[in-house]
């Protein structure tokens, strides 16, 4: 008898494999990262097709195989119809995905990732505010954070001073904040960052959401977006 095992997952992504199956990347509370085949997935009368769309929770028995392991079963917990149905929550909850898969290796199971990742998209689904961009970025510094890249936001890292307002530059390379007087010196990968921009931050560090969601998080989704491609950059 096959070895089976359940898993509570996201889907990331699925893609064609052979004639009528589908590979699936989901991420998993109990394994983190894997690729499983859906058998006969393609098929128009496919009972788990529409229970393996990207961005969805579902339950899954894996069954053991010799080259891949495959899906036996699966029931959807979650579709996030209010993503899947908005075209900018789309957009970002895609965006989200892309970038998860990007920095998540195989296999390498982590709670507080899966957590993350299942918040951000409850936030987003649920959300009223037009501020998924925003959050977005927010999402993806938490993300670098629990991997070991938080950076340092409360001191300079050149010279150890506590950080005061104004004249302050974000420098991924340095692994943090410094104060003005040390200048630029990694031309595209360090930016000038505002006094509210690092407040942000630095809550963003934290555990949960709630303070965030309060603040007006589009006056500064710029200069975040600017600060997060620099961080992505250094990380990758």
């Known amino acids: 008898m096959n070895e089976t095992y359940n898993l509570e997952a996201i889907i990331l992504k699925r893609e064609p494999f052979r004639e009528h199956d589908a590979k699936i990347t989901l991420y998993s509370r109990e394994r983190g990262k894997l690729e499983l085949i859906a058998r006969g997935a393609k098929k ?80 987003i689904n649920d959300s009223r505010k037009d501020n998924g961009w925003a959050l977005l970025h927010i999402f993806s510094f938490k993300l670098l954070s629990i991997l070991g890249y938080r950076p340092e936001l409360k ?54 959401w709630g303070e965030l969601e309060k603040m007006n998080l589009n006056d500064h989704k710029e200069e975040m977006k600017n600060a997060m491609k620099s961080f992505c950059e250094y990380c990758v």
């Open 44 to 123: 128009i009368r496919s009972k788990m097709a529409g229970h393996l769309e990207p961005i969805t929770l579902a339950s899954i028995m894996a069954i053991r195989g010799k080259t891949y392991d495959y899906i036996g079963g699966v029931a959807s917990e979650r579709c996030f119809s209010g993503v899947k149905g908005n075209l900018e929550k789309s957009g970002v909850a895609g965006e989200a995905i892309h970038a998860f898969n990007r920095h998540i290796k195989k296999e390498e199971r982590d709670e507080k990732v899966f957590g993350l990742l299942l918040e951000f998209l409850n936030i």
């Open 155 to 208: 001191s300079c890292v050149v010279c150890g001073e506590k950080i005061m307002p104004g004249n302050n530059i974000f420098s991924p390379a340095r692994g943090g904040i410094t104060c003005g007087k040390h200048g630029l010196v990694a031309k595209g990968l360090e930016v000038k960052i505002s006094d509210s921009c690092v407040k942000i931050f630095r809550l963003a560090g934290g555990e949960g």
